[in-house]
């Protein structure tokens, strides 16, 4: 049973990766390869079918927690370019040389995703990439790097990536260490491929034409719905903070006050023919294929860890623990790199809740703040840049951009792995030049 669950996993993969060459839509592969395994999982009659019936229904609930949350931050972003509101940062944004517009990409999808989190920041940024850059190949580039620099601007903020956010929540990592310990890292992971696709990055950008589709939309419209949908946005992880409810709870209910506003708007602001946007209007172009892709990869890695195959991978990495080089002990550095490259075939969440459950924060695990934790941190959250599918804000893009699995293979994946490389370089040897008594008194 284990050997055909893989067997399949592999195979769905490979056909979502080869999706143009056999011309078969990948979420077309992603549902069938979630409810397959599924499926065979069932008639293996490993475990009763009540059991599984449990087991279904409670990942279900985790896999729709992201769902939902990404339809609500899909459509509250449409909404604003619906209205237009992304005119009012792009008109401020003057440049067309493709090496200074890159810069100024990247270094603002970093910053905004520490403060969103990496798969909304990555929405908004392809949506104001469209408004940029007319070339659809040629914007391929920005969002390959819009991808890493959303992951690496989440690995260091305590709310900037789901895995971290699992960390803080158990009290594994706090969130001044946490921003300490690997934000320089998580910076040279996206500046080390932002200089090296900046130099290959020659010429001026051709901006498409301005498009009204025959909406009047006021200026100040077009602000407010900017200004509501950004707050929006920046009113999840803190409402998250507040009542320790599911993020997708907070972007349904910043999606619905922008819904009831832009209601407000049409009704008494159209013009004959000329009816403004609603959120009726806006979820019937939001992308539903991107959405049921997510869906068929999250419950197919779900089958994966209900069948104990991550549980499994987890412990045979525990092995690696008390590998020791000079009077240092790196094994957990290793775990943590290992890690990182797996989130980008499976997805990051599970592995981390396995890993978090085989180490209690105690000595005998690893005590809160300890290196291990904070490293995971990096590792799962700038892992997934590796492959376009391995982590959620990758996932979003490919979706609205339709990018190529095996074009962002040949062209982006290889700057991901260096820039990962060097952050965990910088990372480890901070920990070791830095704290060396801190670090020293830990490892002993």
Known sequence: MIVSLITIF?????????????????TATALMLGTLVWTIF???????????SSHLIENLGETAEIVFFLLGAMTIVTLIEDYQGFTVITDHITTTNKKKLLWVLSILTFFLSALLDNMTTAIVMVALLRKLIADRK??????????????????W????????????????????????????PSLVC????????GSQLKGEIERPEETRSGIDVAPWMRKLVLIMGVCGLIFVPIFKTITHLPPYLGMLLSLSVLWVTTEILSRKHSKEGHRLPTAVSTLEHVDVPTIL???????????????GILGSLAQGLDSMRDLSVGPHTVGFFLIDLIIGVLSSIVDNVPLVAAVQG???????????NHPFWEFLAYCAGTGGSLLIIGSAAGVAVMGMEKIDFIW???????????????????????????EPFEWWSSMV
């Open 190 to 197: 996206m500046v080390v491929p932002l200089v090296i696709l």
């Open 42 to 52: 069932a008639l293996s009659h490993v475990i009763p079918g009540e059991e599984i």
């Open 10 to 26: 592999i195979l769905g993969y490979a056909c979502i990766a080869l999706e143009h060459p056999l011309k078969i839509n990948k």
């Open 358 to 368: 085989m180490y209690p924060v105690t000595p005998e695990g690893f005590i809160a």
């Open 408 to 434: 962002y293979l040949k062209k982006i994946s290889w700057l991901a792995l260096v820039g990962y490389i060097a952050g965990a370089i910088v990372f480890i040897g901070m920990n070791l030049m830095l």
């Open 293 to 307: 892709f997510f869906l068929g990869i999250l419950m197919a890695v779900s089958c994966l860890k209900v069948a």
């Open 138 to 155: 040629e914007r391929w580039f920005f969002a390959g790097m819009v991808i890493l620099a959303a992951n690496a601007g989440g690995a």
């Open 157 to 184: 903020s305590p709310i900037g990536d789901v895995t971290t956010i699992m960390l803080w929540i158990k009290g594994q990592v706090t969130t001044v260490n946490i921003i300490v310990k690997t934000l320089i």
